[in-house]
């Protein structure tokens, strides 16, 4: 376990956060982590996780076990969790926000919807701002977009503003920081924040956001 970045905000550690404790030190959880659904998409750009025919899966990702391991460490403090109703929800959720992407994914395609939300679990207190509608509209990122720096399912700085703006004081804590998104929003909005990530491909990424600003890096293409 090793701090991959570093700046006057952000600390970001490569390893696994259930061994490597130091975001437990943060005052807020704002993640999104593996949903326990067995993810399996198509990449088509550099940087991508795992492939298995042809296919991207998200480590972590058969059972909501380490999602629920890193909420039970947290425990009842103030935190804002990524997820789908296609998995059993945390169980001290207090309330669901829908996050509407503006796209629609592929999904069962014998039915006339295709999906076009994400939820987005709230647990804790103690956060702030006018009370308003639970639906976020926030565009999400295309398949091709070079924002998605080769994560197979990043959410894009503007959504993890607005939910960082609605956290309580104190530092942020993102323990599945993935491309960095999460990181990179606190940081734009002067908030203090750790990150920790799995893979070392997607610290660099991460990195490399903090570092030089969110562009459009075109190494990451397709």
Known sequence: MSIYYQDDLVTLYHGDCLTQTAWLDADVLCTDPPYGIGYQGFGGRKGEPRRTEGRISIAGDDTTGVRDAALHAWGNRPALIFGTWRAERPRDARTLLIWDKGLVGMGALDLPWGPSH??????????????????????????????????????PVPLMETLIAHCPPGCIADPFAGSGSTLVAAKLLGRKAVG??????????????????????????A
Do not use: M
Request: aromatic share 10%.
């Open 118 to 155: 994400e939820e987005i679990y709230v647990l804790g207190t103690g956060f702030v701002g006018k009370r308003g509608k639970s639906v976020i509209h926030i565009q999400g990122l295309s398949s091709n977009d070079p924002e998605r720096f080769g994560h197979p399912t990043p959410k």
């Open 196 to 221: 920790v990530e799995l893979e070392e491909k997607y610290c660099e990424i991460a990195a490399r956001r903090l570092s030089q600003g969110v562009l459009d890096f075109g190494e990451w293409s």
